[in-house]
T-cell receptor, first 110, second 117 residues
Framework: GEDVEQSLFLSVREGDSSVINCTYT??????LYWYKQEPGAGLQLLTY???NMDMKQDQRLTVLLNKKDKHLSLRIADTQTGDSAIYFC??????????WGAGTKLIIKP | GAVVSQHPSRVICKSGTSVKIECRSL??????MFWYRQFPKQSLMLMAT?????????EQGVEKDKFLINHASLTLSTLTVTSAHPEDSSFYIC?????????????FGPGTRLTVL
């Protein structure tokens, strides 16, 4: 079946770049998403990428998609304390349903 | 644009009572809305897909008689947790797709935290 995998934790120093990785199994996915969830809050769409793109950049965020390896990554440049959150990778399955990864908790060290 | 609201944001109820959660798309029409449930430290679990004017489609293992979904208009879907029990305590999140756009992006509500005593 469809599956999305992420590592559960990532620890980086403030000011460094963070790279959160995600792998998925459904090769027919058309859209892939990154969502951010801050403690006690709902989900915030950070960015998305269409499957015919390799890269998308939006200010400090860079999304890379390797469709051959079914690998998606989110790079956050100059990581700040406000970036502390859980980052969810998701792919769009059939009928608009999102298939979610378990989320990567980003921990910022001073 | 593309704002989704949920009401209430937090609710505490006694075991055996029913709780209704509303999900509204504020500035767009959504023919399809989704209801998710999130357990602590776990990912989101899709419960059901709600289509305006028709019956919801429930995921395997989700009791449709317990989690009643009504999508009466293009901007409102409701989830009613009937005869709530402590194990129903969770964070319920809805999302909606903008029918007029082609990105298929889902916009999420802020979530409703349900605590059943």
């Amino acid at each position: 079946g469809e599956d999305v995998e992420q590592s559960l934790f990532l620890s980086v120093r403030e000011g460094d770049s963070s790279v959160i990785n995600c792998t998925y199994t459904d090769s027919s996915s058309t859209y892939l998403y990154w969502y951010k969830q801050e403690p006690g809050a709902g989900l915030q769409l950070l960015t998305y990428i269409f499957s015919n793109m390799d890269m998308k950049q939006d200010q400090r965020l860079t999304v890379l998609l390797n469709k051959k390896d079914k690998h998606l990554s989110l790079r956050i440049a100059d990581t700040q304390t406000g970036d502390s959150a859980i980052y969810f990778c998701a792919e769009r399955g059939s009928n608009y349903q999102l298939i979610w990864g378990a989320g990567t908790k980003l921990i910022i060290k001073p | 644009g593309a704002v989704v609201s949920q009401h209430p944001s937090r609710v505490i109820c006694k075991s055996g009572t029913s709780v209704k959660i509303e999900c509204r798309s504020l500035d767009f029409q959504a023919t399809t809305m989704f209801w998710y449930r999130q357990f602590p430290k776990q990912s989101l679990m899709l419960m059901a897909t709600s289509n305006e004017g028709s019956k919801a489609t429930y995921e395997q293992g989700v009791e449709k008689d317990k989690f009643l979904i009504n999508h009466a208009s293009l901007t409102l879907s409701t989830l009613t947790v009937t005869s709530a029990h402590p194990e129903d305590s969770s964070f319920y999140i809805c999302s909606a797709s903008d029918s007029a756009r082609n990105t298929d992006t889902q916009y999420f509500g802020p979530g409703t935290r349900l605590t059943v005593l």
